[in-house]
């Protein structure tokens, strides 16, 4: 007998119980599928995590005054740098980096224009800030309208400011082509831009943002308070390292820098449990799934011991019969896994489309589903063909 | 010439509890193209007999040659491939497998002697034709008439070319105008030469024999 024999007559001892076969199936589809969407809903998660890490967040090192307490008790500080975005500005994988600091103006009311005599002005308490003009950059600040100041305005302490879009919106300030003022207490600051986002650092959107040194020769601001970094793709771990020497070569410990995970360590944790959890009721229903194959076949056997007489008296060996069932129990397994395999990545697509992630499935998942399926039928149903196989001719025959 | 069957003092003991001596000792020799018939009432031992004869069964003791080969010595393997070359069967019960076409029943034997596809469904074809079932090809045995069925059977049983045609009671589940239609079937393949052993308690199936044995108790008289 050929193989394409025996599994022509596998095909038809299945294709002629339809019924029976979703029966069979029943079990391994629920477990393939759990198996298939836990694993690929946790792929689809991890890289929706990723993305949006990898493109925002892990380019981002953020350096920071720390303190430390002496061995005598004293405790050391330390200031950063103004030119510290220079410094950093020399380390490889350094895309940007920028000072900032919230800027005290003694209590000095901000003021917008236009004013007018008869309903007086527009007082609102919006926070002033000053920032290097790489910091903008750094935070991924974007303009909604005019344009930031330079290196010049900031080098010449000039009057300029730029206003976060709440603090626009709260000052009256909506165009920038008349060059309009705002007044912070007495002094006029012109403004030249309008920011529309940040990445991060949101606080800019409330607040009036002006150069370091006009901050430092108006306010006598005395240090950053810290510097932002942006860095290219995957080179936060290394720039994190070196960021603080750079800045501080004689006090590095002194500052803290705040470097995001290394990649991989955050998705892989995020919903670990939950995947656990999904791997062991897919286990479970794949091994109810297999012994359901097992007891069907076997019961399949003692139904068919008719036939498995006459296959015998036509000059069917014993290896026959048992390679009959044990084809048989091996495709319901894996039409079983191709039923289970697509209803979990249509799982997988539809809380994909419902969450609003992209999908994103293993390949040789969707091919390895069915192929466990074809397995766990093998296995279960190797019991059921050894039975079929002792079964007597003229038992059998005599029973038809 | 060889003959087909010799059998010298075949006995058939079933271990009990308690011991069932089914075949005492048959002393049995079938002639090439002899058609013979074996009668004998209930539980006389005539299915334990076709059982032995057709190599479905190992007898306790005695001597078999089947076509001059001494099948007691024969591995389960060898036995199962003289079987499928060498005897065909025809059952009470037909045992066809239902939701498969006619055409398919009766390729079944052939598949297991590797013939290949395209002889097979040939081989098949012509057979059915000869039991007058060309129309039927297609069909699903369950819609068959009982003769027909019967006839599809025979038709399985021929294709391998047998030595020797066995039934049991071949027209035990048939009204006599579907009995008549088999055994003038059988008729026809005796008059072409066939070696046919047919097994019946009904002595108007056994009279259409060209020779009668009585089996009683195990004992052929
Ligand atoms: N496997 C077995 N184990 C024990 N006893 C058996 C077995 N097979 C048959 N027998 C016994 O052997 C005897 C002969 O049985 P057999 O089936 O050959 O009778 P039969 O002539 O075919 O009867 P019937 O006309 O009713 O079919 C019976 O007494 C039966 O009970
Ligand atoms: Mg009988």
């Known amino acids: 007998m050929s193989v394409r024999d025996l599994c022509g007559e596998a095909v038809a001892g ?22 298939v969407a836990t694993l690929g809903l946790g792929q689809t998660a991890a ?71 008869a309903t007086g002005t527009l007082e609102n308490v919006v926070p002033v800030a000053a920032a290097s003009p790489g ?89 950053p308070e810290a510097v932002e970094i942006r860095t290219a793709l995957g080179a936060a771990q290394q720039v994190g390292g070196q960021a603080r020497l750079a800045v501080s070569p004689n006090d590095p410990d002194l ?55 006459l296959r015998r008296a036509v000059g069917a060996g014993r290896t026959h019969v048992a390679g009959q069932f044990l084809v048989e129990s091996g495709l319901v397994g894996l039409i079983g896994g191709l039923i289970g395999a697509a209803a979990g990545v249509l799982t997988t697509v539809g809380v994909s489309v419902v969450r609003d992630w992209t999908p994103l499935l293993d390949t040789r998942l969707a091919v390895a589903a069915p192929l466990l399926g074809a397995v766990i039928g093998l296995v279960a149903g190797t019991y059921p063909a050894w039975r079929a196989s002792t079964i007597e001719p003229i038992a059998a025959l005599r029973s038809g | 010439m060889t003959p087909v069957v010799e059998m010298d003092g075949i006995g058939r003991t079933f271990t009990g509890p308690p011991p069932v001596e089914a075949i005492r000792t048959v002393d049995l020799t079938l002639e090439q193209g002899e058609y013979l018939s074996i009668v004998g009432p209930s539980g006389s031992g005539k299915s334990t007999l076709l059982h032995l ?30 079987r499928g070359e060498r005897i065909g069967f025809v059952f009470q019960a037909f045992h066809l497998l239902p939701r498969r076409t006619v055409l398919e029943n009766v390729e079944l034997a052939m598949m297991y002697l590797r013939v290949p596809r395209r002889e097979r469904t040939a081989r098949a074809r012509a057979t059915i034709d000869r039991v007058g079932l060309a129309h039927r090809c297609d069909f699903d045995p369950l819609t068959l008439s009982g003769g027909e069925r019967q006839r599809v059977a025979v038709a399985r049983a021929l294709t391998s070319e047998p030595s ?22 059988f008729d026809e393949l005796h008059a072409e030469g066939l070696t046919l052993a047919v097994i019946t308690h ?16 195990g004992v052929l008289a």
């Open chain 1, 47 to 117: 890289g929706q995590i990723s993305e949006r890490f990898d493109a925002v967040a892990a380019t981002r090192v953020v350096i920071e005054p720390a303190e430390r307490e002496g061995p005598d008790g004293q405790v050391d500080a330390t200031e950063l740098p103004w030119d510290a975005p220079e410094r950093l500005g020399r380390l490889a994988g350094v895309d940007s980096a920028g000072t900032y600091a919230a800027v005290d103006v003694g209590g000095a009311s901000v003021v917008g224009l236009p004013v007018t005599a």
């Open chain 1, 255 to 309: 500052l803290a820098a705040d470097v995001p995970p290394p990649p991989g360590s955050l998705g892989d944790n995020v919903s670990a449990d939950v995947n656990g959890l999904f791997l062991a009721l897919g286990g479970l229903s794949l091994l109810v799934g297999g012994l359901g194959i097992a007891n069907v076949t076997l019961l399949s056997v003692m139904e068919r011991v008719s036939e498995i007489g």
């Open chain 2, 53 to 82: 004869l057709g190599l479905l069964d190992r007898p306790t003791g005695g001597v078999y040659r089947l076509d001059g080969i001494d099948v007691r010595t024969l591995s389960e393997r060898r036995r199962t491939r003289l």
């Open chain 2, 202 to 217: 009904d002595d108007a199936v056994s009279r259409r024999a060209q020779r009668r044995v009585r089996i009683v108790d």
């Open chain 2, 164 to 185: 020797l045609l066995l039934a049991d009671e071949p027209t035990g589940n048939l009204d006599s105008e579907n009995a008549a239609s088999v055994l003038d079937l």
């Open chain 1, 135 to 223: 910091l903008f950059a750094a935070v991924g600040a974007s303009l909604r309208t005019g344009r930031l100041y330079d290196s010049g305005h900031d080098e010449r302490a000039d009057r300029v400011v730029v206003l976060g879009k709440y603090a626009a919106e709260r000052l009256g300030v909506n165009r920038v082509d008349s060059q309009p003022s705002v007044f912070i207490g007495n002094r006029a600051f012109t403004v030249v831009g309008i920011i529309d986002s940040v990445d991060h650092r949101s606080g800019i959107l409330d607040a009036v943002v002006m150069p370091m040194g006009t901050a430092r020769e108006t306010y006598g601001l005395e240090a």
């Open chain 1, 14 to 35: 299945v294709a002629t119980r339809p019924s029976r076969l979703a029966l069979t199936t029943l079990g391994t589809v629920l477990g393939i599928a759990a198996l």
